[in-house]
């Protein structure tokens, strides 16, 4: 049995690499997220007039801006799954259907009145403190506490 069938799908999930980088190895997603961190400040979808002119539906930007990373994300799914796409170490990358929970409603909601009362969701939190706006910490800081407290309840809630 080599590495790939040994795998413990427990500790890694299903889509979990069986390759471990070194430490250092590592650096190319910290580079990668800085790079990424610039793009977002640059096209200025982290900024909180930008977030709150989409919710007062005084702007079409940042629709346009999700639109597209949706339209990226299908065209990109049915390529990988089209073309039998692996990563670059040569895993097989397996997407798993989805159901459907009416918790989605519920946690959707709570995220968008989270994103419009702050104007910050979590993807660019850290760009967002790099650029000196330092009251968005207290938005990280809440973020992480709520993944403790559902981490903590999540058996409890219903299906």
């Not at 096209?43 to 597209?68: C, D, K, N, T």
């Not at 968005?136 to 709520?146: F, H, N, W």
Request: glycine fraction near 12%; aromatic fraction near 14%.
């Amino acid at each position: 049995m080599n590495n790939l069938e040994n795998k413990n799908t427990d500790t890694e999930g299903i889509n979990g690499s069986q390759i471990k980088d070194s430490g250092f190895a590592n650096l190319k997603y910290l580079i990668v997220g800085i790079l990424f961190g610039i793009v977002f400040v640059k096209a200025e979808i982290i900024s909180w007039f930008r977030i709150q002119e989409m919710f007062h539906l005084q702007s079409f930007f940042m629709y346009g801006v999700i639109g597209s990373a949706v339209v990226v994300g299908v065209i990109s799914v049915f390529i990988i799954k089209t073309f039998n796409i692996k990563t670059l170490q040569g895993e097989k990358i397996e997407i798993q259907p989805k159901t459907f929970s009416k918790g989605q409603i519920y946690g959707g909601l709570l995220f968008g009145f989270g994103w419009a009362i702050t104007g910050a969701c979590p993807g660019p939190l850290f760009a967002q403190i790099g650029t000196g706006a330092t009251v968005i910490a207290v938005t990280l800081l809440s973020a992480i506490a709520g993944t403790w407290f559902y981490g903590l309840i999540k058996d409890k809630l219903p299906h």
